[in-house]
């Protein structure tokens, strides 16, 4: 089995930072593409920020030039860097990672899921 930790939530005031971590552990052959989601109570998860194995980027407009996504594929971890924060930006973060686990078996993964709450 494969489990994704994520941690680094909490609550900031606006125009603050916060830097959220996910690491991937267990039956893991090599991780491709990972992501983060976020949630809102009554709303869907929306896809915030992907990447891939390779470290080719993609954000949702909303966070385009906030947010920065990257990965440490040694230590199977991504991370979310997140600058300029605003109220809107408070929702239950999710890390998303798609692993592979064994020959041509490739399995996605989700997070526990992290506050983050922007409020001053």
Excluded: H
Aim: charged fraction near 15%.
């Amino acid at each position: 089995q494969v489990q994704l930790v994520e941690s680094g939530g909490g609550l900031v005031q606006p125009g603050g930072s916060l830097r959220l971590s996910c690491a991937a552990s267990g039956r893991i052959l090599t991780i491709g593409n990972m992501a983060w989601y976020r949630q809102v109570p009554g709303k869907e998860r929306d896809l915030a920020a992907t990447i891939t194995e390779a470290g080719n980027t993609n954000y949702q407009d909303s966070v385009k030039g906030r947010f920065t996504i990257s990965r440490d594929n040694a230590k199977n971890t991504v991370y979310l860097q997140m600058q300029s924060l605003k109220p809107e930006d408070t929702a239950v973060y999710y890390c998303n990672a798609r692993v592979m686990i064994g020959y041509a078996k490739w399995m996605t993964y989700w997070g526990q899921g992290t506050q983050v709450t922007v409020s001053s």
